[in-house]
């Protein structure tokens, strides 16, 4: 599920692919001239999202760094109609 977002074309979705999945496709985004790049996730996938920034910056781009983490809360509403929260996370590693 690692897809360019339409409001920002650096941005990865973390979703329950393996984290190289998405290791890669960080890798890609910098390779093709990304100055940052944006990792997505909510909720189990947050765990995988922070793998991801991690191995991207140890193994594979080393310059990048972590420029900001954003953390919150989303009100998610189910087929039942049911809502309720999630928590997110937003990680920019940046090579600037």
Do not use: C, W
Request: glycine share 8%; charged share 25%; aromatic share 4%.
């Amino acid at each position: 599920m690692a897809e360019k977002g339409t409001a920002d074309e650096n941005t990865i979705y973390v979703g329950n692919k393996p984290p190289m999945s998405y290791v890669l496709a960080v890798v890609t985004q910098f390779n093709g001239g990304s100055d940052e790049v944006i990792i997505k996730a909510r909720g189990r996938a947050i765990s995988r999202a922070v793998d991801t920034a991690e191995i991207t910056r140890n193994r594979f781009v080393t310059n990048a760094k972590v420029k900001e983490i954003k953390i919150g809360t989303e009100g998610i509403t189910n087929e039942e109609g049911k809502s309720s929260n999630v928590s997110s996370i937003e990680i920019t590693l940046s090579t600037k």
